[in-house]
Protein backbone atom coordinates (compact mmCIF):
# COMPACT_ATOMS: atom_id res chain seq x y z
CA UNK A 1 0.00 0.00 0.00
CA UNK A 2 1.22 3.50 -0.89
CA UNK A 3 2.49 5.53 1.96
CA UNK A 4 -0.22 8.18 1.87
CA UNK A 5 -2.89 6.31 1.23
CA UNK A 6 -5.45 4.82 3.72
CA UNK A 7 -7.25 1.21 4.86
CA UNK A 8 -9.70 -0.45 6.18
CA UNK A 9 -9.72 -3.59 8.25
CA UNK A 10 -12.49 -6.22 10.33
CA UNK A 11 -11.78 -6.20 13.70
CA UNK A 12 -12.23 -9.16 15.30
CA UNK A 13 -15.05 -7.57 17.39
CA UNK A 14 -16.64 -6.99 14.41
CA UNK A 15 -16.21 -3.73 14.08
CA UNK A 16 -14.28 -1.41 11.30
CA UNK A 17 -10.83 0.32 11.35
CA UNK A 18 -9.67 2.98 9.69
CA UNK A 19 -5.77 3.26 9.62
CA UNK A 20 -3.18 4.55 7.44
CA UNK A 21 0.22 2.63 7.10
CA UNK A 22 2.15 2.29 9.83
CA UNK A 23 0.71 3.59 12.59
CA UNK A 24 -0.19 2.16 15.80
CA UNK A 25 -3.53 3.45 16.19
CA UNK A 26 -6.41 3.83 14.27
CA UNK A 27 -8.14 6.76 13.03
CA UNK A 28 -11.12 5.46 13.74
CA UNK A 29 -13.54 2.52 14.59
CA UNK A 30 -16.77 1.91 13.37
CA UNK A 31 -19.49 -0.48 13.53
CA UNK A 32 -20.37 -1.06 10.26
CA UNK A 33 -17.91 -1.03 6.45
CA UNK A 34 -20.01 1.49 5.06
CA UNK A 35 -19.61 3.96 8.10
CA UNK A 36 -15.54 3.20 8.02
CA UNK A 37 -15.45 3.86 4.26
CA UNK A 38 -17.36 7.31 4.31
CA UNK A 39 -14.90 7.72 7.37
CA UNK A 40 -11.88 6.88 5.42
CA UNK A 41 -13.27 9.44 2.50
CA UNK A 42 -13.83 12.01 4.69
CA UNK A 43 -10.27 11.64 6.33
CA UNK A 44 -8.62 11.33 2.59
CA UNK A 45 -10.91 12.57 -0.32
CA UNK A 46 -7.87 12.54 -2.59
CA UNK A 47 -7.74 8.74 -2.42
CA UNK A 48 -9.61 5.73 -2.44
CA UNK A 49 -9.47 3.71 0.41
CA UNK A 50 -8.44 0.07 0.73
CA UNK A 51 -10.55 -2.14 1.84
CA UNK A 52 -9.45 -5.45 3.64
CA UNK A 53 -11.88 -8.24 1.96
CA UNK A 54 -13.39 -10.12 4.78
CA UNK A 55 -14.88 -12.77 2.89
CA UNK A 56 -13.96 -16.32 1.91
CA UNK A 57 -13.64 -17.16 -1.81
CA UNK A 58 -12.67 -20.12 -4.12
CA UNK A 59 -10.07 -17.62 -5.25
CA UNK A 60 -8.16 -15.52 -3.83
CA UNK A 61 -7.64 -15.06 0.15
CA UNK A 62 -9.41 -13.10 2.80
CA UNK A 63 -6.24 -11.34 3.67
CA UNK A 64 -6.17 -9.29 -0.03
CA UNK A 65 -7.42 -5.86 -0.24
CA UNK A 66 -9.58 -3.86 -2.90
CA UNK A 67 -10.36 -0.23 -3.75
CA UNK A 68 -13.52 1.22 -2.47
Known amino acids: MAKGN ?3 EQRPDNTY ?7 ERAS ?4 T ?3 AIERAREISP ?3 P ?8 SVGKPDQWRKA
Open 28 to 31: AILP
Open 50 to 57: DVERVRHT
Open 46 to 48: NTR
Open 33 to 35: QHQ
Open 6 to 8: IYI
Open 17 to 23: AVMRPGA
